[in-house]
């Protein structure tokens, strides 16, 4: 038996455990997990020392940066079970009742797992539900029990189990779109010259996110030549050319403004900041993305402050329904009694 220390949870994420822990014991192989970005993962942390107390095999994939998977900071804190492994290559094969890794090396296993958890809640979400499918079969047999803790339901047609609201208890943002003919290459609209000033003067970051280096480029050149007058702190970080130490030091800086499109880098413990999408209407930015830049604002305060801009030509399907799920999200959590606000 695996010693428990002392915990602080709230009653509603208490009763979502003990509904995975009950799920796992009954005879439907598929859950759906569904929660806001960020969110964490310490809900399974019951049905992952179930089956580790039956000598059972388990992984848990996840995106996360090696030093912040948040699962193994829960497993630390709150028991004794150490018979884990994370696997950072696949060079060498260890032992062990729980894996974790990330999608690329979990892709690469030869093994099955009796129980596969699959978080796409707290990194930024790289894979759509059918890359997820493929790879979480591929690991399973045919009577595993398969979980996906995800911002919409993966495993269609199964049950649902669904948490709303972070541990802060403060309604996740929901964005602002903003519409403009403006050649957002060369120009923005001085609405955004305002939401840009009121930041900084609140003394919050300002990440703007954009799709490529080629946009990259264009809209660092403008900010950095007609908005030094709002911050002296203008910083582009490029997608596998950002230094990691810089990034660290961004997280501590205020009234800095940051053009990025290495959000998988940029995003993670950014405090105290407000976001842009800068050509909210690219398909590359799909309503998963767009989901989780809402995900990100607020996810360690404590009172509900914070924006998000779509900043688009035109509206998209997946802005909409980036909106509708942030909203849809604010609702439960307000009909369950769960907002703090």
Request: glycine share 2%; with cysteine; hydrophobic share 40%.
């Amino acid at each position: 038996m695996f010693l428990f220390k002392k915990k602080n949870l709230s009653n509603e994420k208490e009763k979502v455990g003990n509904d995975i822990l009950n799920w796992s014991a009954g005879n439907e192989r598929f859950l759906n997990v569904i929660s806001t970005p960020c969110n964490s993962a310490e809900i399974f942390l019951k049905v992952m020392l179930y089956y580790v107390e039956r000598n059972k095999k388990i992984i848990y994939i996840t995106n996360e940066s090696y030093d912040d998977v948040n699962i193994l900071n829960v497993i630390k804190k709150y028991t004794d079970f150490r018979d884990y492994t994370y696997i950072k290559s696949l060079k060498t094969s260890i032992n062990s009742s729980l894996k974790i890794c990330n999608f690329t090396n979990a892709l690469q296993l030869k093994e099955k797992f009796d129980l596969v958890i699959y978080d796409d809640i707290r990194s930024f979400p790289s894979h759509d539900k059918y890359e997820i499918l493929d790879l979480i079969y591929k690991i399973s047999n045919e009577d595993s029990r398969l979980i996906v803790y995800s911002i919409e339901p993966v495993l269609k047609n199964n049950r649902e189990l669904v948490l709303p609201i972070k541990d802060n208890r403060i309604p996740i943002i929901e964005p602002r779109t903003i519409l403009t003919r403006i050649d957002i290459n060369r120009d923005i609209p001085f609405v955004i010259y305002d939401y840009l000033r009121w930041s900084i003067d609140s003394d919050r970051k300002v990440i703007i996110c954009v799709p490529d280096e080629k946009k990259l480029e264009n809209v660092y050149f403008y900010i950095n030549n007609y908005c030094r007058n709002i911050s002296k702190n203008i910083i582009c970080f490029r997608k596998g050319k950002a230094d990691k130490k810089l990034i660290a030091n961004f997280q501590k800086m205020k009234k800095v403004i940051v053009i990025t499109n290495d959000f998988e880098n940029v995003f993670p413990n950014s405090a105290n900041v407000d976001v842009m999408v800068y050509f909210a209407d690219d398909l590359r930015f799909n309503y998963k993305k767009l989901t989780y830049f809402c995900g990100s604002v607020g996810r360690s305060e404590r009172y509900w402050k914070g924006e998000v801009i779509f900043l688009a030509n035109e509206e998209t399907e997946d802005m909409e329904k980036a909106k509708s799920i942030t909203r849809n999200f604010n609702k439960e959590a307000w009909e369950m009694g769960l907002l703090k606000i």
